[in-house]
């Protein structure tokens, strides 16, 4: 399967899609571009404008109605699909960023210097929402959305987050494999590997109703500033702000590989116990549906040695856009 930019089926915008629609000056998109390069995730999620002013109403499919064999003169009972609302929330992420004004008029083309030296303060802000994205929990930080770890968490099935009914509870164990690490173990570093599937109707995340896309940038101008010995000095600032929640509208569409121990992945054998998890996830979502996986450097790394051994047929990889992607049987494998 040759990938493409986005999994097939998914019409909605990206992020850097949506900033050029709604910022002519294309400030915005910039910045967009920049915030997309640190996590690769940013630039995969597609994105919704919530129907809520802090969030999103989505109706949730929790269950598939069962047809009747008739027999003649025998009636059949009407089936209905059992559903359920669930409301995501939408977290503000905020930053700004102070440069000193003579600092930035020796260099020139001081608005192009700025976003230079602001750089760092997007990559803290580009690392916060994709932290958020996979760890948010709204019990523990009610300031932030709910993330995916928190939504597929518990491997005895009870008290899954997010989740609407009994029914969906107990199907929503096949969507996590797990890898067996001794969790807790002194010494022992684990990980997860998550596969997800983008879509107006699978997982997409929001921003509020009638905001720009959820990230705005204010260029506050000259204004006096302190460092940090109490004195005073003339500089620039800027706001930094980005809204934007989570939204599962279909829990089918994501399956974590959770408990992953990097030690042991370094044999062969368990490798392969890794590739036929990674096979499990593609057939565990609804058919049709094509995902990206997402896993930290260190498991990326592993997948990239073993790319390179002469015997491993699965692993490949192929250029897009100019730059070379590691591939798992053709669907790519991310950084994240």
Known sequence: MAYEPYPSGNELPNLVNVTKRLDPDGSVADIAELLTQYNPILE????????????????????????????????????????????????????????????????????????????????????????????????????????????????????????????????????????????????????????????????????????????????????????????QFQGYRTHYQWKMGLCVRDWRCIVRIPNIDLALMKTADNQTWLYEAMIQARYTVPRGSNGIFYGNAAILAMLDFAAVQKSNAALTFQNVFGQDMLTFRGTPVKEC
């Open 44 to 231: 995969d999620i597609p994105l919704v404008e919530g129907n809520l002013p802090t969030g999103h109403r989505t109706t949730v499919r929790a269950g598939i109605p069962e047809p009747t064999w008739r027999r003649l003169n025998y009636g059949v009972f009407p089936t209905k699909s059992a559903t359920a609302q669930v409301d995501d929330t939408i977290g503000m992420l905020e930053d700004y960023a102070e440069i000193d004004k003579d600092l930035a008029m020796l260099n020139g083309n001081t608005a192009e210097f700025r976003l230079s030296e602001d750089s760092s303060h997007l990559e803290g802000m580009s690392n916060g929402m994709a932290d958020t994205l996979f760890y948010g929990d709204t019990e523990v930080n009610p300031d932030r959305f709910l993330g995916l770890t928190p939504r597929y968490a518990a491997l005895d099935g009870n008290q899954v987050a997010g989740k609407p009914t009994a029914e969906v509870n107990s199907n929503y164990l096949k969507h996590i494999v797990d890898g067996g690490g001794l969790v807790g173990a002194s010494g022992v570093s684990l990980t997860s590997l998550w596969y997800i599937c983008w879509g107006s109707n699978k997982v997409h995340g929001i921003y509020p109703k009638g905001s720009k896309a959820g990230l705005m940038s204010s260029d506050l101008g000259e204004q006096t500033l302190n460092d940090n010995r109490g004195g």
